[in-house]
């Protein structure tokens, strides 16, 4: 019997932890530096929080989540988005009279069962920001910078900003109204899921990816010339203080994201990566949201980020993370009085503040390239005639010079250069 990952899952093996670590330490250095603290929550969470929040007719809720009854019969699902999760917490744990905005961030694995291909999984990680309690759009535009700058810390290079209103409970009605009418003039011409989508959610109709939709989503009514007052004034504020904090963007009128919460301002980032997978990050505000999971009106917006799309990006833009280059000592012996040594001096290194493995019970000549294999920076080298000097031999692995120094002396010059 072959065992092999379940389907749209992948192993994050030991070369790629290097990528991971690099991308989680940005996150935090990026989301803290404008003042949002990091929250967890569970894997999986009431079926029904995300029904009424994500919306029964989105293809998440119809198509893709991963729901089950548990022993006691209630109905569970594994988390497929971050936002109505923290949006529970938020209201749980009383953090709507907490003074406001509350800004939160999250890393945190997802599972959606969708159809994988390139950057799209069934379980995937999310970088993910929630900001509650403030309704003016220059939050709008932070929200969008904490994305933009994290993927420019990273290093990724010719990112796409799109930006869109889809309005608000005020205007949005008249302009479904108006886009309802003009599909049903074209619906012949619409694809399975258009027509479903006609009567169920037709914001997605705008979203189809269906080459055979395109001329008549291009010619479709546009949200932005449906606004009302408010949403134009917040549209146009939104756009100045993105030009203000030097950040370029094109209007997507065909953007609307997929889920029901959004409201006003949508957004998605992506590279120069070709293909309907290839957007990095995308959100929107959604002020609606937390009244209708049982809360007072709050007005709330944030974004959701692929971590897997992060950095297969970072691989395609030939992008290596500065914290793949190893610092770890390989302790190599001869003989059995040199093993039990090295077991000494790698326990001492470690204690020092290095990275130490003791070489495998192989000949001087394995032993090295195992120590090529781990990628190790230097060996300390133990043999019959470094026990009698009290001396060992230090060789430094990326330029090969190499050194004899007592215990001390190696301890004291690898603590040094780690």
């Known amino acids: 019997m072959n065992f092999q990952a379940p389907r749209g899952t992948v192993d994050i093996l030991p070369e790629d932890q290097p990528y991971w670590r690099f991308v989680e330490s940005k996150v935090r250095q990026v989301a803290s530096s404008f003042g949002y603290s990091q929250i967890d929550t569970p894997l999986f969470e009431d079926t029904r929080l995300f029904t009424r929040g994500v919306g029964e007719s989105t293809d998440i809720v119809e198509k893709e989540t991963y729901t089950f009854l548990d022993r006691g019969g209630d109905s569970l699902t594994l988390r497929p988005e971050g936002t109505a999760p923290v949006c529970r917490a938020y209201l749980e744990h009383g953090m709507h009279n907490l003074p406001q905005p509350v800004k939160l961030y999250y890393m945190v694995p997802n599972f959606r069962y969708e159809r994988p291909q390139l950057g799209r999984f069934r379980a995937f990680h999310q970088f993910g920001i929630e900001a509650f309690g403030e309704s003016d759009p220059y939050i709008d535009s932070e929200v969008i910078e904490v994305s933009w700058r994290f993927l420019e810390e990273v290093g990724l290079k010719d990112l796409l900003l799109k930006v869109n209103s889809i309005g608000d409970s005020s205007c949005r009605p008249s302009y479904i109204k108006v886009l309802k009418d003009y599909y049903k003039d074209v619906n012949a011409k619409l694809c399975e899921d258009c027509n479903r989508r006609l009567n169920t959610n037709p ?169 090529s294999s781990v990628n190790a920076s230097h060996v300390v080298i133990i043999g019959e005639d470094e026990l009698s000097k009290g001396k060992y031999v230090l060789r430094d692995l990326r330029d090969s010079k190499q050194k004899d120094g007592t215990p001390e002396e190696i301890i004291r010059e690898l603590s040094d250069s780690s």
């Open 203 to 371: 914001l997605r109709l705008l979203d189809c990816k269906m080459s055979s939709c395109q001329p008549v989503i291009e010619d479709a009514p546009k949200s932005v010339a449906h606004l009302c007052g408010d949403c134009e004034e917040h549209w146009h504020s939104l756009q100045r203080h993105l030009r203000e904090v030097g950040i370029n963007f094109e209007v997507d009128n065909k953007l609307v994201r997929g889920l029901d919460y959004y409201t006003r301002t949508v957004y998605e980032i992506a590279p120069p990566m070709q293909g309907q997978t290839s957007v990095i990050t995308g959100g929107g505000r959604y002020d609606g949201l937390i009244e209708q999971l049982g809360g007072p009106p709050t007005p709330g917006i944030g974004f959701g980020m692929g971590l897997e799309r992060v950095i297969g990006n970072l691989k395609h833009q030939n992008i290596v993370p500065q914290n793949t280059i190893s610092s770890v000592t390989l302790v190599a012996h001869i003989g059995d009085q040199a093993r039990i040594e090295a077991v000494k001096i790698a326990s001492q290194i470690r204690k020092s503040g290095g990275s130490a493995i003791i070489g495998p019970s192989r000949g001087l000549r394995s032993q090295l390239r195992y120590a």
